[in-house]
């Protein structure tokens, strides 16, 4: 079965500094790795994804993750942090015999002026 | 930039009534989902839809939901007895195809509060 784990509720950084949140996962076969964002009162909105090929993927506003396939992670980076990345993240799995997606538990990142 | 719409962004309904959520996918999409997201807890898939049919659901799907394609643009979710447990955000999703490299684009929810 397929399972995802953010074990971080909170992640609170500086502005400027870099961020990671982490994320990681487990699936039966291949992983398709998904990365959202969910601001106040609004949807979740898809930044990045891994599906295969280099294991750094770039995505929207900055974001960046890392696939690490012997650590099952999928840990969501950004090298300098602004303000307006306050929001909650989610990463998501899904497995190439389901049609749905599998969403962690979510992280709230805060970066503090 | 298109985008998935979903009516109404807050609806408020007694214990025991009929609700209805509406959604729009995105205009070229074939695939449709909803999650839901009770207050402070992970997103939840509920159910996905191709050609008019279920194509997976999950064990919250019981009978007391439903969903329909009734025309060309709209795709919604019924519940048909609603319980206090209910009240949570409502996301509907969709996707171009079934291909798993496909990110699922999601509407701005409702809020479903059961009183």
């Known amino acids: 079965a397929q399972s995802v784990a953010q074990p971080e509720d909170q992640v609170n950084v500086a502005e400027g500094n870099p961020l990671t949140v982490k994320c990681t996962y487990s699936?039966?076969?291949?992983?398709?790795l998904f990365w959202y964002v969910q601001y106040p009162n609004r949807g979740l909105q898809f930044l990045l994804k891994?599906?295969?090929?280099?294991?750094l993927v770039k995505g929207s506003y900055g974001f960046e993750a890392e696939f690490n396939k012997s650590q099952t992670s999928f840990h969501l980076k950004k090298p300098s942090a602004l303000v307006s990345d306050s929001a909650l993240y989610f990463c998501a799995v899904r497995d190439s015999s389901a049609s749905k997606i599998i969403f962690g538990s979510g992280t709230r990142l805060s970066i503090r002026p | 930039e298109p985008e998935v719409t979903q009516t109404p962004s807050h609806q408020v309904t007694q214990m025991g009534q009929e609700v209805i959520l509406r959604c729009v996918p995105i205009s070229n999409h074939l695939y449709f989902y909803w999650y839901r997201q009770i207050l402070g807890q992970k997103v939840e898939f509920l159910v996905s839809?191709?050609?008019?049919?279920?194509?997976?659901k999950s064990e919250i799907f019981d009978d007391q939901f439903s969903v329909e394609r009734p025309d060309g643009s709209n795709f919604t979710l019924k519940i048909r007895s609603t319980k206090l447990e209910d009240s949570a955000m409502y996301f509907c999703?969709?996707?171009?195809?079934?291909?798993?490299?496909?990110?699922?684009?999601f509407g701005d929810g409702t809020r479903l509060s059961i009183l």
């Open positions: 999703a969709s996707t171009r195809d079934r291909a798993p490299n496909q990110p699922q684009h």
């Open positions: 839809f191709y050609n008019n049919e279920i194509s997976e």
């Open positions: 699936v039966s076969g291949n992983p398709y």
């Open positions: 891994y599906i295969t090929g280099d294991n």
